[in-house]
T-cell receptor, first 111, second 113 residues
Framework: TQLLEQSPQFLSIQEGENLTVYCNSSSVFSSLQWYRQEPGEGPVLLVTVVTGGEVKKLKRLTFQFGDARKDSSLHITAAQTGDTGLYLCAGVRQAGTALIFGKGTTLSVSS | ETGVTQTPRHLVMGMTNKKSLKCEQHLGHNAMYWYKQSAKKPLELMFVYSLEERVENNSVPSRFSPECPNSSHLFLHLHTLQPEDSALYLC????????????FGSGTRLTVV
């Protein structure tokens, strides 16, 4: 059983479209993080959300942490080809423990 | 150099070989990690070192042996691997635990033949 479920698994869209990817769990996390990984590279941290209900914006990317701290979403406005990559969510169950990762959402944005 | 550096980037080894993966971080972080990334699976935590002490070992087979000689360097020694061990091996570092995020290296793409 996957602790962090990400959906959709694959997403293929045109430039300019909006999209939302989801990260869900039945467990509570003290924080959730989103990473983007490009082929042949390691994941790069985009954002950390800590407080239930928190919303953070990073240019065209909007991240939300669920009120119960069990889920998160990533919304991209007006996607660009440079947004293509694997988006990973990762959570910390309790202080002092390592990150747990979801399987990721592979996003392909074509022009 | 800055960030987290992993060498080699690619490695092909036979099942009877012994090799080592190297990771070096120039960020002054106090924790380092090894993760395994296989197709269609989430990143799997292998080892955690905090202040050079191993604090977590996720039931990894003994054919994988980590070494952390100081807070900046981490090794993964490999011997008698299996083809199913072929994967991308990622090293990461962090400061004061996981809540502030990890900095990952580019990984070593390992193929066992």
């Amino acid at each position: 059983t996957q602790l962090l479920e990400q959906s959709p698994q694959f997403l293929s869209i045109q430039e300019g479209e909006n999209l939302t990817v989801y990260c869900n769990s039945s467990s509570v996390f003290s924080s959730l993080q989103w990473y983007r990984q490009e082929p042949g590279e390691g994941p790069v941290l985009l954002v950390t959300v800590v407080t239930g209900g928190e919303v953070k914006k990073l240019k065209r990317l909007t991240f939300q942490f669920g009120d119960a701290r069990k889920d998160s979403s990533l919304h991209i406005t007006a996607a660009q080809t440079g947004d293509t990559g694997l988006y990973l969510c990762a959570g910390v169950r309790q202080a002092g423990t390592a990150l747990i990762f979801g399987k990721g959402t592979t996003l392909s944005v074509s022009s | 150099e800055t960030g987290v550096t992993q060498t080699p980037r690619h490695l092909v080894m036979g099942m009877t070989n012994k090799k080592s993966l190297k990771c070096e971080q120039h960020l002054g972080h106090n924790a380092m990690y090894w993760y395994k990334q296989s197709a269609k699976k989430p990143l799997e935590l292998m080892f955690v070192y905090s202040l050079e002490e191993r604090v977590e070992n996720n039931s990894v087979p003994s054919r994988f042996s980590p070494e952390c000689p100081n807070s900046s360097h981490l090794f993964l020694h490999l011997h008698t691997l299996q083809p199913e061990d072929s994967a991308l091996y990622l090293c990461a570092s962090s400061q004061d635990g996981s809540n502030y995020g990890y900095t990952f290296g580019s990984g070593t793409r390992l193929t066992v033949v």
